[in-house]
């Protein structure tokens, strides 16, 4: 599903439950470049898109999501509230974005402790943890939007994808060119993003 064939933000206006404290804006207005009014509200509307996106393509039974380059959290807030999983949130703080003049791969640009504030506004207690391609998160789903596979290659957190899902388990990314290869099958292209890339959903094999 391309953007244009998906719903109308003003008409799912009615199911966005997504409290976005005002000291997110500003990281939304970096990380959401689509979004340039009435920030806040926005990001809420635009995630509740998101998740409608992405919730078919969910595994049954979610114990646990971890959102690489999660920026502010409010998907990773809104999958754990709706499903019950434990968020883990693997980004860090930082302004790669102003102080490399949008050199923005591989740096990250936004601040964990809003990101915090968000999803406890929400109800949801995050696990914080920095950027490390290394870790093993043991995670039944991972999701990453507009980040890995987007500013920098889908090869970055393949091996950690691989060594933490179990077979039947879940990455949803946005891929620009080479989605993951071993271990993982194709399930679907939830939808085509900003015209660069494609919202993939694979499992593990
Ligand atoms: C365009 S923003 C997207 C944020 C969020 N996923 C969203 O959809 O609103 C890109 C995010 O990726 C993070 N990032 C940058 N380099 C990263 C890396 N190497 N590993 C993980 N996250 C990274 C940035 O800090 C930022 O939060």
């Known amino acids: 599903m391309d953007?244009?064939?998906?719903?109308?933000?003003?008409?799912?206006?009615?199911?966005?439950?997504?409290?976005?404290?005002?000291?997110?804006?500003?990281?939304?207005?970096?990380?959401?470049?689509?979004?340039?009014?009435?920030?806040?509200?926005?990001?809420?509307?635009?995630?509740?898109?998101?998740?409608?996106?992405?919730?078919?393509?969910?595994?049954?039974?979610?114990?646990?999501?971890?959102?690489?380059?999660?920026?502010?959290?409010?998907?990773?807030a809104m999958i754990a509230k709706r499903t019950g999983a434990r968020p883990y949130l693997m980004d860090g703080s930082g302004l790669a974005l102003r102080r490399t003049n949008m050199n923005i791969a591989m740096d990250p640009y936004n601040d964990m402790g809003s990101a915090r504030r968000l999803l406890e506004a929400n109800g949801v207690e995050p696990v914080l943890l920095d950027l490390s391609p290394d870790a093993t998160v043991p995670v039944d789903l991972i999701i990453s939007t507009l980040?890995?596979?987007?500013?920098?290659?889908?090869?970055?957190?393949e091996p950690l994808a691989r060594r933490s899902l179990d077979t039947g388990g879940r990455v949803i990314l946005d891929i620009r060119k080479n989605g993951l290869g071993e271990g993982f099958t194709e399930i679907g292209c939830i939808k085509r993003v900003s015209g660069k890339a494609d919202r993939i959903c694979y499992e593990r094999i």
């Open 3 to 76: 953007d244009a064939e998906a719903p109308d933000l003003q008409e799912i206006d009615g199911g966005v439950d997504l409290i976005v404290p005002d000291e997110s804006a500003e990281w939304i207005a970096l990380h959401r470049t689509d979004i340039t009014e009435d920030l806040c509200a926005e990001y809420a509307r635009s995630v509740y898109r998101d998740y409608l996106g992405m919730e078919p393509f969910f595994p049954d039974g979610i114990g646990s999501v971890l959102d690489i380059g999660g920026g502010q959290g409010g998907l990773l």
């Open 147 to 157: 980040s890995w596979g987007f500013h920098y290659p889908s090869s970055t957190y």
